[in-house]
């Protein structure tokens, strides 16, 4: 068993890298990705840990993607190497990020809700990758939002009265420059785009045409039903096929390492195909 998509409080998780690395030991995975947001700052603990845990690090990120679909886009990257180009420009998104928290605050405090950026980092002390999740925790505990889904609910999601929007990759230039850095994509979550089944079909032929070698069918919060049919999209346009959890920490309550709501199970053999994909 492993998992190839979890997250750290180096970004919007709860749990120091290590610990991510020790809970996917706990649960019987022979090896797991860390994939924090933008960032490829987990790395170097996550690598300590995987050593001493006797199990395999598979180094990799999320890139948060621009899209032309009424939802969001998630790039996963495995493999890469974060002295080569990938790790230069997510730093420059990292950026964008603080630009964008900075809108966030002005729009919460003009609806009355008074949030400085202080107290946001305070909330996120050890991430790189500050976004909506802390500022969501900073609401909850300043009673402006009963949980983190309805911060996001009320407030943070598109559509609502503090959402900003932020420069991001387009999928492209994701690819792009995850094959510059040796490393193979896979587009996450797939059903995020919000799409219809054929409109859904199109986006990932077109995504197929300019290089994403995979695509997340084995999600932690997906069905049964929803993982075969992505599992059919994905054979159909000859992509390698992905699986994780999604594991946030007490950001995402329901998902645990490796088993995601219990009934996950991604086989090693997954892994040893998506490494077939490396440029």
């Known amino acids: 068993m ?3 998509h979890t997250h750290s409080n180096v970004s919007d998780g ?3 890298p290590g610990e991510v690395v020790r809970l996917a030991q706990e649960a019987g995975c022979s ?3 860390v994939t924090d947001h933008d960032t490829l700052d987990h790395l170097p603990a996550a690598k300590a840990a995987a050593a001493d845990a006797g199990i395999r690090l598979v180094t990799g990120c999320e890139i948060s ?3 032309d679909a009424p939802g969001s886009m998630h790039v996963l990257v495995y493999f890469v190497d974060e002295a080569k180009v990938l790790g230069q420009q997510l730093e420059a998104l990292q950026r ?3 630009a964008r928290n900075e809108r966030i605050v002005e729009a919460l405090r003009a609806h009355g809700v008074e949030v400085t950026l ?3 980092r305070a909330e996120a002390v050890d991430a790189t990758s500050i976004g909506r999740p802390h500022v969501a925790r900073v609401l909850v505990r300043k009673g402006a939002a009963t949980s983190i889904q309805d911060a996001f609910d009320h407030w943070l999601a598109k559509g609502k009265p503090a959402y900003a929007e932020r420069e991001r990759l387009n999928p492209e230039e994701a690819v792009e420059l995850a094959h510059a850095s040796g490393a193979v994509t896979s587009l996450a979550h797939p059903y995020s785009l919000d799409l219809t089944r054929d409109a859904l079909d199109a986006e990932i032929r077109r995504l197929t045409d300019v290089g994403l070698d995979a ?3 084995v999600y932690g919060r997906y069905s049964p039903g929803e993982r075969d049919e992505l599992e059919e999209l994905a054979a159909r346009h000859d992509l390698a096929t992905t699986g994780g959890s999604d594991y946030h920490g007490e950001n995402k309550p329901d998902l645990s390492v490796g088993t995601g709501r219990g009934d996950l199970c991604v086989a090693r053999e997954v892994l040893d195909r998506l490494e077939e994909r490396r440029p």
């Open 65 to 67: 993607c621009a899209a």
């Open 118 to 120: 202080d107290e946001i």
């Open 215 to 217: 695509m997340e069918c």
């Open 96 to 98: 964008a990020r603080v």
């Open 2 to 4: 492993i998992d190839l």
């Open 31 to 33: 090896a797991v990705a």
């Open 14 to 16: 709860t749990d120091a």
